[in-house]
């Protein structure tokens, strides 16, 4: 099975442009990511993916691989997609390019949702991090899943689900943005077009799963550390300093 990580890579992010770009410790942020995907050896291949060449230029002048978009995409998924319609592969990992810690331990319990998956119904796999602070529960940044009874997701959702109309006592997880995708759902899914819940929502799974698509979510303790304030690169620095 051969498992490449492509991170997409936008330079003008909304609530932080050109945050990748940005030093964290001596490097930029996208080449932490980077290095930070390579480290954990369980990928093929590592590439960025991204719109601009100042990335692009920023990775292969640190020895790294990566891929010019050749048209303008509005998800990573997308982005990734494009990129690798020549690539040969069997799992294609989306890794956040916002996020440096990037760790081996969740990505491990990711991929070996497709080595136990031997009739191969699984589409996709991601992440799931249970929350109990209601703040975090509360706030629309945080993006809620609620899954069947295989764990398979049902759907997610920038609002509080679910709904707990009696009060009880109910878990809520948060979907962290890591997807792994064979490689043929990737290109079927992102072929789909746009509906109404992601358009709505503004959350591109809900493209994948409104057609039937099968997304295994799993469950993970590791709740990534992403960077989308100047806030959050200064606890990055922090972190490092540590």
């Given at each position: 099975m051969k498992v490449i990580a492509m991170i997409p890579a936008r330079l003008?992010?909304?609530?932080?442009?050109r945050k990748l770009l940005q030093d964290?410790?001596?490097k930029s942020v996208i080449v932490r990511t980077f290095e930070a995907a390579k480290k954990t050896n369980l990928f093929d291949e590592v590439y960025v993916v991204t719109d601009s060449e100042l990335i692009f230029d920023e990775i292969v002048s640190n020895g790294g691989k990566a891929i010019m978009s050749i048209e303008e995409h509005q998800s990573g998924s997308d982005r990734i997609a494009e990129a690798i319609k020549n690539i040969d592969a069997d799992i294609v990992v989306n890794v956040q390019g916002d996020e440096p810690f990037t760790d081996d331990i969740s990505l491990r319990d990711l991929l070996a949702v497709f080595v136990d998956d031997v009739d191969t119904k699984i589409d996709i796999a991601s992440l799931m991090f249970k929350l109990d602070d209601e703040n975090e529960i509360n706030n629309p940044?945080?993006?809620?899943?609620?899954?069947?009874?295989?764990e398979c997701a049902l759907y997610f959702s920038r609002s509080v689900i679910p709904f707990s109309r009696d009060n009880q006592s109910v878990d809520y997880f948060k979907h962290i943005g890591i997807y792994a995708f064979r490689k043929e759902a990737l290109l079927k899914g992102t072929q789909l077009p746009i509906n109404n819940l992601e358009q709505t929502e503004k959350l591109e799974q809900l493209r994948f799963i409104a057609n039937g698509m099968?997304?295994?979510?799993v469950k993970t303790t590791q709740q990534p550390i992403g960077i989308d304030t100047i806030e959050d690169l200064e606890k990055a620095r922090d972190l490092l300093r540590k």
């Open positions: 003008e992010a909304a609530r932080f442009p964290l410790g001596g940044n945080n993006v809620k899943v609620v899954t069947d009874v295989n099968k997304i295994k979510m």
